[in-house]
């Protein structure tokens, strides 16, 4: 079947800096999204990575390795309003999104 | 930027009532769906449609049906509400490239059956 593993939860403090792992098992590969949902919110999209190697974007990045089936979130420089869930999806060969349970982020001052 | 509306933020039903639940969209997208989202689950993918008048079954389709009669409506039908439909549904609009776009989501209706 097809998977995507992400922590449930993670703590963080303001100021520093987070990974947030994703691995997936999917039929197929044409893409992985992050998204960022804060509590009672609509999920935002953060980044679309398709080929291997890091993409930047101010404070955020995504890194991808397809053949690990794996990618993660790097957040710098945390900011309280950092704290939200991050939404792992992977877009299989059907171009469906697979999406994970998300991963709580707690950011402490 | 893009708008996805959802009619509702909470709707309460009781079992057995038909529920409908509106999405609109204002940027013209070809793509629209219908999610639900559960605690300690990912999404789940109830109906989708990549034109008007068009639908397809999503990975969760039992008890619900959909109507898409113009492009930027996509209603979500719970035929009679029971209460293991109890859930936060998202609806979610995309460009027409189906492998690049990412959706934009609307605030979601979280709906409670008694």
């Known amino acids: 079947g097809q998977n995507i593993d992400q922590p449930t939860e993670m703590t963080a403090t303001e100021g520093a800096i987070v990974q947030i792992n994703c691995t997936y098992q999917t039929s197929g590969f044409n893409g992985l999204f992050w998204y960022q949902q804060h509590a009672g919110e609509a999920p935002t999209f953060l980044s679309y990575n398709v080929l291997d190697g890091l993409e930047e974007k101010g404070r955020f990045s995504s890194f991808l390795s397809r053949s690990k089936g794996y990618s993660y979130l790097l957040l710098k420089e945390l900011q309280m309003k950092d704290s939200a869930s991050y939404l792992c999806a992977v877009r299989d060969s059907n171009y469906q999104l697979i999406w994970g349970a998300g991963t709580k982020l707690i950011i402490k001052p | 930027d893009v708008k996805v509306t959802q009619s509702s933020r909470y709707l309460v039903k009781r079992t057995g009532e038909k529920v409908f639940l509106e999405c609109v969209q204002d940027?013209?997208?070809?793509?629209m769906f219908w999610y639900r989202q559960d605690p300690g689950l990912g999404l789940r993918l109830i109906y989708f449609s990549y034109d008007v008048k068009m639908k397809e079954k999503g990975d969760i389709p039992e008890g619900y049906s959909v109507s898409r009669e113009k492009k930027e409506r996509f209603s979500l039908i719970l035929e009679s509400a029971s209460t293991n439909q109890t859930s936060m549904y998202l609806c979610a609009s995309s460009l027409g490239d189906r492998v690049t776009s990412p959706l934009h989501f609307g605030n979601g209706t979280r709906l409670t059956v008694t």
């Open positions: 940027m013209d997208h070809e793509n």
